[in-house]
T-cell receptor, first 111, second 117 residues
């Protein structure tokens, strides 16, 4: 059974700091991995999608990497801003319409 | 292009009362999902529709939960009667799934936050 774990559960950093969020999964047989952002009281916004054949994806100040063999992904946020404060969720698609989510990392960026 | 629309955004009811949530997916998306998200947790799938057919409802508590997707477009999720433990956010998502084997990106609505008193 696929399990997705995110560490840390919560993180508080000063503005401008570079940071890394971690995601691990137990079964390397995945089709893709996606990072989402969730603001309080709102739905999920897709940030980056990495196909199983890819190693990383970049969008602006965000970079996500995937090491399928070790069951790990990281989301790197450069030069963090207060507007980055949100919960970041990692989700793995195991095919067959199955998407397993982690519990998320709650990020707070202090001005 | 409009995103996934959900209503209401918030709902407060007393236990044992019925409640219904509505979702309108992105136009042209064949697959519709209902997820349950408890506080501090990731979403968990309740039911998935392919057009108007419920093809995965294994996680749906069928004694009190029901769902429908008439005409294969918008969908309604109902709880009757609601219990205290049903307090959570109910998320709807949709994906195109044009023969991709269930690997297309899912697009999420804003969710309905249910509070059962």
């Amino acid at each position: 059974k696929q399990e997705v774990t995110q560490i840390p559960a919560a993180l508080s950093v000063p503005e401008g700091e570079n940071l890394v969020l971690n995601c691990s999964f137990t079964d390397s047989a995945i089709y893709n991995l996606q990072w989402f952002r969730q603001d309080p009281g709102k739905g999920l916004t897709s940030l980056l999608l990495i196909q199983s054949s890819q190693r990383e994806q970049t969008s602006g100040r965000l970079n996500a990497s995937l090491d399928k063999s070790s069951g790990r992904s990281t989301l790197y946020i450069a030069a963090s801003q207060p507007g980055d404060s949100a919960t970041y969720l990692c989700a793995v698609n195991t095919g067959g319409f199955k998407t397993i989510f982690g519990a998320g990392t709650r990020l707070f960026v202090k001005a | 292009e409009a995103g996934v629309v959900q209503s209401p955004r918030y709902k407060i009811i007393e236990k044992k009362q019925p409640v219904a949530f509505w979702c309108n997916p992105i136009s042209g998306h064949n697959t519709l999902y209902w997820y349950l998200q408890n506080l501090g947790q990731g979403p968990e799938l309740l039911i998935r529709y392919e057009n108007e057919e419920a093809v995965d409802d294994s996680q749906l508590p069928k004694d009190r939960f029901s769902a429908e997707r008439l005409k294969g477009v918008d969908s309604t999720l109902k709880i009757q009667p609601a219990e205290l433990g049903d307090s959570a956010v109910y998320l709807c998502a949709s994906s195109l799934e044009a023969g991709s084997g269930g690997t297309d990106t899912q697009y999420f609505g804003p969710g309905t936050r249910l509070t059962v008193l």
